[in-house]
């Protein structure tokens, strides 16, 4: 039997990359895991890329949990909060949110030549709005969803996924405001859940083998990256830690966890 047996998790934008990586390391430890996306099934999809809720949650119970897939567009507040809504109703707890989903990089299958544009001011405004309103603001109305849920139980994880781009300046000006306002969010979010024995933080990952990634396999360095099921795996250590709360309030690298818990990659 898993060491998350009995838990509920819900991971959001998971129909693929990190956010699919995630749920599947939390089922491979018998979670409960719901999953959101906006791709529910095969076909034209929001982006170029293969994927969807259903064959998450579907590869999720395969390896031992229970998967569920949402249909769910994180821009729209009152979608997001059904979505909770929907979990907390079927299984009567959260023990686990994962806020992964992600707005801005529409210039993935936009047809915009990326590598071309020099400076932020040579970018669409609307990367800006994206990457915090399909971001940084869905992870925050997420979060306001399920944290009664959390406060009530006395216990909880909630997981922001950010990542190096908080902290430098050569990751595009949209991308590295969003990421610190999610640290920051997080950090805030930590003070006030504390009392409530809710444990918050920001992860770290490296750099992920995801499906985008690996098809511009030629602008990246992989002999140091990870799967998204390691990233998966490092959350899921996380949640069975019963000292988890001595991370509230912190950034988490996935590194820095796999050395912690031993945590083996798909190909290690």
């Not at 430890?29 to 929001?46: F, I, K, N, W």
């Not at 994927?51 to 229970?66: F, N, P």
């Not at 997981?159 to 306002?181: L, M, R």
């Not at 997080?186 to 409530?196: F, W």
Request: hydrophobic share 40%; proline share 3%.
């Amino acid at each position: 039997m898993g060491t998350l047996a009995g838990r509920v998790a819900l991971v959001t934008g998971a129909s693929r990359g990190v956010g699919k990586g995630i749920a599947l390391g939390l089922g491979e430890q018998g979670a409960t895991v719901y999953v959101t996306g906006r791709t529910e099934t095969g076909g034209p999809a929001p982006t170029s890329l293969p994927g969807t809720v259903r064959e998450t949650a579907e590869e999720v119970t395969t390896l031992g949990g229970r998967g569920v897939a949402i249909t769910c567009d994180h821009r729209d507040d009152e979608q997001t909060r059904r979505a909770v809504r929907q979990v907390v109703a079927e299984a009567g707890r959260l023990d686990v949110l994962v806020n992964n989903v992600w707005g801005g990089y529409e210039y993935f299958w936009d047809g915009t030549e990326f590598w071309l544009e020099a400076g932020f001011w040579t970018q669409p405004v609307e990367r800006w709005d994206s990457a915090f309103q399909a971001g940084v603001r869905a992870h925050y109305v997420t979060t306001v969803a399920a944290a009664p849920t959390m406060v009530t139980q006395g216990s909880g994880l909630i997981v922001n996924v950010s990542s190096e781009g908080a902290v430098k300046t050569d990751t595009g000006v949209a991308y590295g405001a969003a990421k610190a306002a999610t640290d920051h969010m997080v950090a805030c979010m930590a003070h006030e859940l504390r009392e409530h024995g809710v444990t918050a933080v920001s992860l770290y990952p490296g750099l992920v083998r995801t499906e985008s990634v690996l098809r511009a396999a030629e602008y990246f360095d992989l002999s140091d990256s990870e799967s998204p099921l390691f990233v998966g795996r490092a959350v899921a250590a996380l949640a069975a830690d019963p000292e988890v709360m001595r991370y509230t309030g912190q950034v988490v690298r996935t590194g820095d966890l796999g050395h912690h818990y031993a945590i083996a990659d798909t190909d290690d």
